[in-house]
């Protein structure tokens, strides 16, 4: 026989029922290390393209353009993300620039998941993420959520 929950209503077989996970990832990150990192690669435009490029999609530039504080507050994004992801993310053949800030015409962000992150984030199940970012003017930070369900059952009894 199945259980009942408190109120006498019967619920499904535990076999049956969905489990559902949920994932979180935080980082901080001084925007002053990032305003560094970019002006190391100012010697020629190239490098600094290539620079920043490896760590920004062309849509994430577009957006922050020279705002360090957006720069670093995705970077922080994708640290979160990766720890959403599980520890082995980089070791997962995962490039920064799989892991997407997208901001909408009124500014708020959401993630987009590409390549091996994109995979990885399906072999765990997560399918609705979240991220809120925010920065003063000396550090961003990143708070990111991933909700799913497991890919395999987590049990069967
Ligand atoms: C969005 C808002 C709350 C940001 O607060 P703030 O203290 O000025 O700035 P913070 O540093 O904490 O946050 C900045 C980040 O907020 C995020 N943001 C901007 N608009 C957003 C929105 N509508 N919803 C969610 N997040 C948003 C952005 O990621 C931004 O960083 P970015 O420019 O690098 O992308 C503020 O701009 C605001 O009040 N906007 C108008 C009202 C609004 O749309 N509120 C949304 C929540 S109801």
Redesign the pocket.
């Known amino acids: 026989m199945n259980e009942a929950d408190r109120d006498g209503n019967e619920k499904p077989p535990k076999t049956h029922r969905k489990e559902k996970m949920l994932r979180t990832g935080v980082d901080i990150v001084k925007i002053e290390r990032i305003r560094r990192a970019i002006s190391r690669y100012d010697a020629t435009a190239r490098a600094r393209k290539r620079f920043l490029a490896r760590l920004y999609t062309e849509a994430e530039l577009r957006?922050?353009r020279d705002?360090a504080?957006?720069?670093a507050?995705?970077f922080a994004a994708k640290e979160a993300i990766a720890k959403a992801l599980g520890t082995g993310a980089w070791r997962d053949g995962i490039r920064w620039i799989d892991l997407e800030?997208v901001?909408?015409a009124?500014?708020?962000?959401s993630v987009q998941l590409h390549g091996a992150a994109a995979r990885r984030a399906q072999s765990l199940g997560l399918n609705n993420w979240s991220?809120?970012?925010?920065?003063?003017d000396e550090q961003?930070i990143a708070f990111v959520v991933a909700l799913g369900e497991p890919a395999q059952p987590l049990s069967s009894g």
Request: net charge neutral; charged share 25%.
């Open positions: 957006y922050c705002r504080e957006s720069l507050a995705r800030i901001s909408d009124r500014g708020a962000p991220v809120s970012l925010s920065h003063d961003a």
